[in-house]
Each structure stands twice: as structure tokens, then as C-alpha cells.
């Protein structure tokens, strides 16, 4: 009997979660308004951190409404670290996009993405570009210092960048623990290995609906110390500039 092999799925939408039921009830309510045939492409993972509101009733509930996703829930509160790494490393998609929870898509924007990305090519990043200047420009860059250029410290969002997921085994994520930006080795490596990468510049969410709680970190330790630091590793490695 012939065995049919799952197709690989094109795109994983990861959200690691705590305490913001709302903003997940809003993210499922927001990805059921797709058609079946764009939902095939992609896989929902929620890892839920131990929340202590509403987050597992709500989404439970989805998934007795017939929404798809991965839940997972912690059994503790792990941190927020961990448990973005535990979204990475359970994605199987193609291309792996980790998203603030209360980072609402555009609806048209996740079809313009899919069009993008469902190709043979293969690209290293997709960046969401959130300032002015490109007016609605999609860019196709083979120069990682260009790369670097429209990026700059913007990379450090975590929902501006779309990855290649093959590069997600070969980072030891806990070595950059405690610096707020453990996820920006993965974004830098598939620049420096791949060679071919999408600069996006047009808007991609609606308005942040919880923008002022950032999580406690100090502004200057993440965006001038860490960034850098974890810059400096890598330039040391493979040269950006």
C-alpha cells in the first residue's frame, strides 16, 4: 500500500504567549477570515506560558470551533526565552515567522506574504520594512551588507522577520539567554548563509493594541549593549559589512 508523504508545510506563524487571552482571541479570530486553501500553507503554533488568565479557555474553544494550531502549554513558567525557543524548534515549516501576540495582521498582508514566499527560490530573510521611504516597494536583494543597511537595529523586531527555518538546529539559542534578543543569532545567520533575501516596504500590522508593557528590559542594554555585542560575534565570523 502506498504510504502519501505529508507536503512540508510553506510558512510557520509562532506565537509564544503569556497572560494576553485577548490578544490571541484577536490573532485566531484574525487568521479564521482565511480561505482553506492559504490556511494549508502554514501551521499555527501557540506556546502558552503558563498563563494564569483566560489564554487556555480561549483557545481551547477555538479548537473545538474547528481552528488548527499546535498548542502548547507549559507546565510551568519557563521564561520568556525559552519559551520563544520552544515556538522555533516545534515549527516544521519552510519558513519560520516568530510574532508578538498582539501583533495583528492586515488581512491582505498574509496573501501577499504566501505569494512571495511560495516559490522554488529559497530566501535567507523576509524583512517587514516599518519605516518611510519604499512606498510599498518589495525589494530582492543578493547583497548581505545591503541586506544589513535596510534592516539596521529594525531586526531587532521580532515580528518584522519572516526566517529560513533550516538555520533553526545549528543555534545554541541558550548561549544568548538573559539578552532580550535571543532569537537575532538565527536572523543573522541565515543573512550571512544564504544569498538571496526580500525587504518588504509596506505595512504589514494593524496598530498595536499593548505597545507600552515591554517586558521590564532597559532600552539601552538591549538596543545598544546586546545588539552589539551579538553584532560583533558575528561580524567576527563571517563579515556582514
Not at 104 to 133: C, P, T
Not at 136 to 153: A, H, P, Q, R, W
Not at 192 to 209: A, V, W
Request: hydrophobic content about 40%.
Amino acid at each position: 500500500m502506498a504510504i502519501l508523504k505529508m507536503k512540508k508545510k510553506l510558512l510557520s506563524l509562532c506565537f509564544p504567549t503569556y497572560n494576553r487571552g485577548w490578544c490571541m482571541k484577536k490573532q485566531i479570530d484574525r487568521l479564521m477570515l482565511y480561505p482553506k486553501d492559504l490556511l494549508d500553507k502554514i501551521e499555527v503554533i501557540i506556546s502558552d506560558n503558563c498563563s494564569t488568565d483566560d489564554t487556555q479557555q480561549i483557545i481551547e474553544s477555538a479548537l473545538q470551533q474547528g481552528f488548527e494550531c499546535r498548542y502548547i502549554r507549559q507546565t510551568t513558567n519557563i521564561g520568556a526565552d525559552p519559551n520563544f525557543v520552544c515556538c522555533l524548534r516545534n515549527a516544521t515549516g519552510r519558513y519560520v515567522w516568530l510574532l508578538g501576540d498582539d501583533d495583528i495582521l492586515i488581512v491582505d498582508s498574509l496573501f501577499k506574504i504566501i505569494e512571495i514566499l511560495d516559490v522554488e527560490k529559497e530566501y535567507g530573510l523576509l524583512h517587514m520594512y516599518q519605516r518611510e521611504g519604499l512606498d510599498g516597494k518589495i525589494l530582492f536583494i543578493d547583497n548581505k551588507e545591503l541586506v544589513m543597511k535596510y534592516t539596521s537595529y529594525y531586526i531587532t523586531f521580532i515580528s518584522a522577520n519572516i526566517v529560513n527555518a533550516k538555520y533553526i538546529s545549528s543555534i545554541h539559542f541558550e548561549d544568548y539567554f538573559g539578552t532580550w534578543l535571543m532569537y537575532l543569532p538565527l536572523y543573522l545567520t541565515s543573512i550571512q548563509r544564504e544569498n538571496n533575501h526580500i525587504i518588504i516596504g509596506s505595512r504589514i500590522f494593524s496598530e498595536s493594541k499593548d505597545y507600552l508593557r515591554n517586558g521590564g528590559y532597559n532600552y539601552f542594554e538591549v538596543f545598544v549593549k546586546n545588539y552589539f555585542s551579538i553584532i560583533q560575534i558575528h561580524v567576527k565570523n563571517d563579515s556582514l559589512f
